[in-house]
């Protein structure tokens, strides 16, 4: 599969991944998820795209928790599937 077939995902995880650590408070953790601020940020906007692409009661919880079973090499890939994959479910 092509990085357009993941749209707007792999862009929003891309941008996030390029820019963690620019930011201050980047790598300091969010007050109430048990995740760094750029994660958390990044996760908001994920939750958003899925919201407005077929899942309007996709949460940020949801996303945190998808998010954290993406590791290893291929994370940006896995994450950007089950994000697409979790906007279908609800549109289907």
Same mark, same amino acid.
């Given at each position: 599969m092509s990085e357009k077939e993941y749209e707007p995902?792999?862009?929003i995880i891309a941008k996030a991944l390029e820019c963690r650590g620019t %930011?201050?408070?980047?790598?300091?953790?969010?007050?109430e998820h048990s995740a760094?601020?750029?994660?958390v940020r990044m996760c908001e906007?994920?939750?958003t795209a899925v919201q407005k692409h077929g899942n309007p009661n996709?949460? %940020?919880?949801?996303?945190l928790r998808l998010e954290a079973t993406c590791t290893g090499a291929d994370y940006h890939h896995k994450l950007a599937l089950r994000c697409r994959e979790l906007a279908?479910?609800?549109?289907a």
């Open positions: 995902y792999w862009s %930011l201050a408070d980047d790598y300091a953790r969010h007050p760094s601020k750029y994660l906007e994920l939750t996709a949460t %940020l919880s949801e996303m279908r479910r609800a549109a």
